[in-house]
Each structure stands twice: as C-alpha cells, then as structure tokens.
C-alpha cells in the first residue's frame, strides 16, 4: 500500500483549480494571452460537470478555432470554413439524444457562415453555438473582419475600418437575439476572473437550454488577438476594455426561461 504523506492531504485540502480530464496533454498552441485556452476550458469544465462527456459532440471550422479538437478530448467533427452550424445540424438531427455544439471565430461565424448561422438560428436547431470574437481574421493575417469595430486598424484597413466606405459592423448576437428560433442569447469576456465566471455560468447554462430541447443557444466572448492587433497581451486587455467592451456591451440579451 501506498504511503499516505501529510504534506500531500493538506495539497489536496487547499487546492482551490484542478485542470479538467477533458483537456490533451497537447501544450496549447495560441499566441500567449489569447482568450481561446480560457474559452476551451470554461467549454470542457461545463461539459464535465454536466456529466455528458460521452454524449457531447463538437464542430470546429477554419481559423484558430480549427485547432480546439487538438485540445478538447471530446468528439470533435471539423467543418468547412463557415458551415459549422449546418454540419452540427446534420448530427444533430441524425443523433438528437447527444450535445452539440460549434465552436467558431468571427470570420468564420459571421463572415463565410453568416447564411449558416442566421439560418440555424432561425429554425431553432437544438445545438449550442460558441462563438469567439476578436474583431480580426486571427489566423490568417488580421484583416478586417465583419466584426472589426469603427476606427480599428487591421492589416487591410491600416487607417482604421471607414464606415463610409466598409460598412458598420455586424453585431451577431444582437441579430440572432431577433430571431425566434433562440432560446438564450448571452455576450461575455473572458480576461478577468470574475468575468470568466460570468462566461462559465453562461455556457454551462446554454447547454441547460439544448438539454431542456429549447432551440438554438448562442454565446459570445469578446476577445483579444494580441498579435493581429500588434500589441502586448497587457496593451490588447486595455485596448479591448476600452473600445471593444463600448461597442460589443457584455450581458444576457435573450432568456426564455427552461420551465
């Protein structure tokens, strides 16, 4: 048998985080300071706690987020660029007693995928939908993203994105908020403690609702892209205080309720 040590008891007695079994042994491979590890791991700690591991699918397309089946030890499908919504309700529809959700940037999201999302949404697929935004394509240069806000500088529009000439911004969580096929509609962050709080709560409740069979789930996290904003981690936090959280305002906007 074993010796038992005491300093090991009082470890275990005092241990405030453990690392959720849900997680690869594969080092994260984000830029230090991105928001996705966060994000994978308020996912998995829901999933986890709810007790669905073995009945819990995801779809992750192209960007960043491609790379989360490297890290959730989950079943994971990949989709094309932007139809990660259609292919989690394919099996969805083929397995509807199992979890499944999408876990997409916003140039996939709301750029490629803006038909798919609506679309989803609007019919009420029983799935959750993850979707992290950085206002930037991450992945592949920081261009301009449907997401990028009013004066931000990218890659492609180096003088800051010119309403005039580029449009507004689009607010998806505002827009699938609308649609009647929504159950819960939640916009977060995830770069302090309490807000990462806030995120877990939301998440873990928008697969309360695909349990409850409500309709579609959809949560936000505004994020920072600290090298597609060309920034320190520290600088691009500050940044997105104080001018993505103005324009992308954090909170629930839809909630039907699960009685």
Not at 173 to 194: D, M, N, S, W, Y
Not at 213 to 227: L, P
Not at 241 to 249: A, V
Request: aromatic share 8%; glycine share 10%; with cysteine.
């Amino acid at each position: 048998m074993a010796e038992i040590k005491l300093e090991d008891i009082i470890k275990e007695e005092n241990k405030v985080f453990s690392k959720t079994s849900l997680f690869t042994e594969k080092p994260l491979s984000y830029c230090p300071g991105c928001g996705h590890g966060v994000a994978h791991r308020l996912v998995l700690e829901a999933i986890e706690e709810m007790g669905i591991v073995e009945n819990v699918i995801g779809v992750a397309p192209v960007g960043c987020s491609v790379l989360a089946y490297e890290f959730m030890n989950i079943d994971m499908a990949e989709a094309p660029h932007g139809r990660a919504t259609a292919l989690a309700t394919g099996i969805k529809r083929v397995y509807p007693e199992k979890f499944v959700f999408t876990y997409q940037g916003d140039g996939d999201l709301a750029a490629i995928g803006t038909g798919e999302t609506i679309h989803t949404c609007n019919r009420g697929e029983n799935i959750t939908i993850v979707f992290i935004n950085n206002g930037i394509y991450g992945m592949t240069g920081g261009q301009m993203a449907p997401t990028t806000i009013p004066k931000m500088k990218t890659s492609t529009s180096p003088y800051g994105r010119q309403v005039d000439m580029m449009g507004h911004p689009l607010k998806m969580t505002e827009i699938v908020a609308q649609l009647p096929g929504t159950c819960f509609v939640a916009r977060h962050a995830v770069h302090t403690p309490a807000l990462v709080r806030k995120a877990k709560k939301a998440i873990r409740t928008a697969f309360e609702y695909q349990k409850a069979k409500k309709g579609t789930s959809f949560v936000e996290i505004v994020s920072n892209c600290n090298s597609g904003w060309k920034m320190t981690p520290i600088q691009a936090i500050k940044w997105l205080e104080e001018n993505m959280l103005p324009f992308y305002e954090l909170g629930t906007l839809k909630e039907i309720g699960l009685d």
